[in-house]
């Protein structure tokens, strides 16, 4: 039972228009009763339900901040408990005033994520809708935005549903034959549930080849820029940053360290880093700095090989070639606007890659081409289109998929195998308690307690 009062403040501390303090639980109504006064004297018990009040939060006689109460009561809000939400003015003072006094009538500091936790455990959402509400708070991209909305929504404990429905009409058709073994065995019943847990493999197959895409909306793409010195790496870096943020000069071994920042293109988050342009050298920092860069080539999910058309291929150019093997990369052939020395078709028969795209960093030529080419990489194009369809993004989910699809295939197997029904009964019930991970229905405590601590404070 959940007998206790929690409050927290919800938005960001600082100096902003509002800020808000949260309270839920069973005392959030008489609390508030105790420290709000409205100017008509109304008292509290006259509020309404899903009403936002004008007042003054008040301690004893003295006025602490005016300010606008929204109720709700339980079970129509976000925990399902009665909430009270304090809009205070939002300077720091007001707001740890009101907190103050609000501890002080008996309420306790939330923990992170505990409103939340309290909506999973009055059923208001399930685990999957509450991760996504996290998500949905810390998404970098407009992408990650819908996917995370779409969680939120409940359309992934839906698909869920679904593939959970399969199961236990299969188990419950199983568990009576077991229950009743006089009942005739019949073929065709055997064989209705072996297709329903075909079609529950086929579904969960087809949310676990999201799950890939749903990584790099995680994670975003460790994008690498190599070359050597001077080809236009931290220009290109600056360029799709859209600002100054690397020196760029015209001396070779201008960056002597890894840079790394974040950007989207396209609604795809990635991580961009610039490098020390690879060469020999014996200057002490710059080698530190070609060591990191060789470092971050193997860390990365995709390379961008700078190179300068206005230049020969060299030595240079060849031994960075070779620490690209067995990477996704795209390379740039820079400087187009200048002289060309070296041409597209000398670097293709080269390199080996037949991605090569000429560009001019300082002209803005064929970056367009550079954001098509990454997206192609990738196989980014369905992902953008589909954003509003459920997308497994969350690593616990994609295990829990997995885990609860190879329970189904081995029932199938067994199945096949003529093996008893009792076995059968294990995998599914197996099965259902996987897919149970994704919604939280069948994790124990100290897991939830675990996912719940990671989110933020208020919230
Ligand atoms: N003409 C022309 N010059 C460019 C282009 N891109 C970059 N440059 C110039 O090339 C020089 C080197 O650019 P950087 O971006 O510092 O090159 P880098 O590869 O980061 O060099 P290091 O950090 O020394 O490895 C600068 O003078 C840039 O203005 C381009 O498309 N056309
Ligand atoms: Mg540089």
């Known amino acids: 039972m959940l007998t206790d009062t929690i409050v927290a403040v919800a938005t960001a501390i600082g100096q902003s228009s509002v800020g808000i303090v949260r309270i ?58 009665d909430v009270v939400e304090v809009n205070c003015h939002g300077g720091r003072i007001p707001i740890k005033k009101t907190m103050e006094l609000i501890l002080k009538k008996g309420a306790r500091l939330a923990e992170p994520g505990e409103f939340t936790k309290r909506a999973f455990l009055n059923g208001r959402i399930d685990l999957s809708q509450a991760e996504a509400i996290m998500d949905l708070i810390s998404a970098k991209t407009e992408l990650s935005l819908d996917v995370a909305t779409s969680h939120v929504l409940g359309k992934l404990s839906v698909k869920v549903q679904e593939i959970n429905e399969l199961i236990i009409s299969s188990l419950a058709y199983i568990e009576a034959t077991i229950d009743y073994p006089d009942e005739v065995f019949e073929e065709g019943e055997i064989l209705k549930i072996k297709n329903n847990l075909l079609e529950g493999v086929k579904k969960l197959e087809k949310l676990l080849i999201t799950s890939n895409a749903g990584k790099i909306l995680r994670e975003g793409i460790k994008t690498t820029i190599v070359g050597k010195p001077n080809v236009g790496k931290s220009s290109l870096l600056n360029r799709l940053l859209n600002s100054q943020r690397a020196i760029v000069t015209d001396i070779p071994g201008t960056t002597r360290d890894i840079l790394e920042e974040q950007i989207s293109i396209r609604g795809i988050p990635m991580i961009l880093v610039d490098t020390a342009g690879i060469r020999e050298t014996e200057d002490v920092v710059e080698k530190i700095g070609v060591e990191r860069s060789k470092k971050a080539i193997e860390e990365s999910d995709l390379i961008l090989f700078v190179l300068d058309g206005s230049r020969s291929w060299d030595i240079y ?143």
């Open 24 to 81: 839920s639980g069973p005392k959030a109504f008489q609390i508030a009763g105790e420290i709000f006064r409205s100017p008509k004297s109304t008292s509290f018990v006259e509020f309404k339900a899903n009403t936002i009040n004008y007042g003054y939060i008040v301690d004893g006689d003295k006025v602490i901040d005016e300010v606008l109460l929204s109720i709700f009561k339980a079970p129509k809000s976000y925990t399902g408990e």
């Open 317 to 459: 150019d060849q031994q960075i070639l070779e620490l690209l093997q067995r990477k996704n990369v795209i390379v740039l052939l820079n400087k187009r606007d200048l002289k060309q020395v070296l041409t597209k078709e000398e670097v293709k028969k080269i390199t080996g890659y037949q991605e090569v795209i000429e560009i001019s960093v300082n002209e803005d030529i064929n970056l367009d081409k550079l954001e098509e080419a990454i997206i192609k990489t990738y196989e980014l194009k369905d992902l953008i289109s589909r954003s509003d369809e459920v997308l497994i993004s969350n690593i616990r989910h994609e295990k829990s998929l997995e885990a609860a699809k190879f329970n189904l295939e081995d029932a199938i197997k067994n199945i096949e195998n003529g093996l008893p029904l009792d076995i059968i009964a294990i995998d599914l019930r197996d099965a259902w308690e996987n897919l149970g991970k994704v919604t939280g229905q069948t994790l124990n405590k100290s897991i939830i307690d675990e996912i719940f601590s990671r989110f933020c404070l208020g919230k």
